[in-house]
């Protein structure tokens, strides 16, 4: 004890020079946004790194357990791709004239080396960024559903913030009727979330099926998100709040997928455009 206490007293003039030094740089970080963003940046780049070594860690221990979870994704996405083929088989068979869309979506893969899920902002750390094309608000799904939408990103990688954040905000449709609302969570369960502003007329059924309604440039329309547990009454503003079930089991994720909208930067631009003159 005598050693450590003359320790503190030798360096005393050093502690006290770094515990400055380090209130000035917080204060500094927190009153100037350029160097606030920076600060960020290095941050996501340097977390980034350290997660990823410590995510190959693991991984090389883990090895059966990823191949099995790249099989089971695998054949889910064989399987979705059949029932396509099958729907457009039979429109075609339906109708004389099919209008087809033009692709409007890339999709790149990344693995997760970094998840929370018990904190009231969780967020993922993937493996992709700026040099993989990655940008700000792209949307993130999983092979059964949505995990989330970028939030930042580096060179080399980027965060997500998760769906099971108190912050996200998704627009979400009834499956069967049409009608939408608003998907959050309420920083409880990890694997409930909450649908509401869905009007009280709407027929929703425990076990029906909700989706991403398509409202945003961020997520397609019909992308699943779960299946609703129950359903209660809102009476503020006569309607219906539910409990919705995620499809994407948010505690053992290891590969996700990133949409990007190829007309997503002129959507943007247009929305700016419309603001500004609203604001006129």
Not at 20 to 40: E, T, V, W
Not at 107 to 128: G, M, P, T
Request: proline residues 2%; aromatic residues 8%.
């Amino acid at each position: 004890m005598q050693l450590i206490l003359l320790f503190f007293k030798r360096k005393k003039d050093f502690l006290v020079f770094l515990l400055l030094f380090l209130c000035s740089f917080i204060l500094i970080i927190d009153a100037n946004s350029f160097q606030r963003s920076k600060y960020l940046y290095v941050a996501t780049q340097l977390t980034g790194n350290i997660f990823l070594l410590e995510n190959n860690i693991g991984q090389y221990f883990d090895l059966k357990q990823q191949n099995d979870l790249l099989s089971e994704e695998n054949k889910n996405l064989q399987e979705e791709l059949l029932r396509i083929k099958a729907q457009k088989l039979e429109e075609l068979s339906q109708k004389s004239i099919l209008l087809f869309s033009p692709n409007e979506y890339t999709v790149y893969r990344a693995e997760v080396i970094k998840n929370s899920y018990h904190l009231s902002k969780n967020y993922l750390i993937i493996d992709k960024g700026q040099n993989d094309s990655i940008r700000q608000d792209m949307g993130v799904i999983s092979s059964k559903g949505v995990v989330g939408i970028i939030d930042r990103t580096s060179r080399g990688f980027s965060s997500v913030q998760s769906v099971l954040n108190t912050l996200s905000k998704i627009s979400a449709t009834h499956k069967k009727s049409g009608y939408y609302g608003t998907l959050s969570w309420d920083g409880k369960n990890p694997t409930i979330v909450q649908l509401q502003d869905i009007p009280s007329l709407a027929p929703l059924s425990v076990g029906d099926t909700i989706v991403t309604a398509g409202h945003s440039n961020i997520f397609p329309k019909g992308i699943p998100i779960g299946k609703i547990k129950n359903i209660n009454a809102n009476t503020r503003d006569n309607s219906l709040l539910s409990n919705v079930e995620l499809f994407t089991d948010m505690q053992n994720l290891q590969h996700v997928y990133i949409i990007k909208n190829k007309e997503q930067v002129e959507l943007k631009k247009l929305e700016e455009e419309i603001q500004i003159q609203a604001n006129e």
